[in-house]
């Protein structure tokens, strides 16, 4: 069974200016079809940037990522059924890749035997 929480905004919000750290990744593994959430009341406005996924079976499906209101940031990347592959997203909707403060941020997968980690790569802004 796949393990959907998240990182907590607390966790999260260690992230912050006096680090030094403009950018960030979020990574989450992905096991079957599900909703797995990425982050949980987010402590900041963050906004994604890239996405990727990398395959750990030879089972494939798809993902897309999505805010708290299930607006698609990261429309669907296809993950091929090919241990140890990468794949990218190809487009980031630019009317919903900010994720305000206390907003969500979810993974939507497809396929029942979906095996993958997904990176998502974020700035503070």
Not at 10 to 18: E, I, M, P, Q, V
Not at 32 to 58: E, H, N
Not at 79 to 89: E, K, M, P, S, T
Request: glycine share 8%; hydrophobic share 45%; aromatic share 6%.
């Amino acid at each position: 069974m796949a393990d959907n929480r998240g990182i907590s905004g607390r966790a999260l919000a260690r992230l912050d200016n006096t680090l030094g750290v403009p950018t960030f990744i979020l990574n989450k593994d992905i096991s079957g079809a599900a909703t797995t959430q990425v982050v949980i009341d987010a402590p900041f406005k963050f906004r994604v940037l890239d996405a990727w996924s990398i395959g750990t079976s030879a089972d494939g499906g798809t993902w897309n990522v999505q805010d708290g209101d299930a607006n698609v940031i990261v429309t669907a990347v296809t993950q091929l059924a090919n241990d140890n592959d990468v794949d990218r997203a190809a487009d980031i909707d630019d009317a919903h890749y900010d994720v305000d403060k206390g907003e969500d941020l979810s993974i939507l997968s497809t396929g029942a035997s979906l095996s993958c980690t997904v990176f998502i790569l974020c700035a503070r802004v």
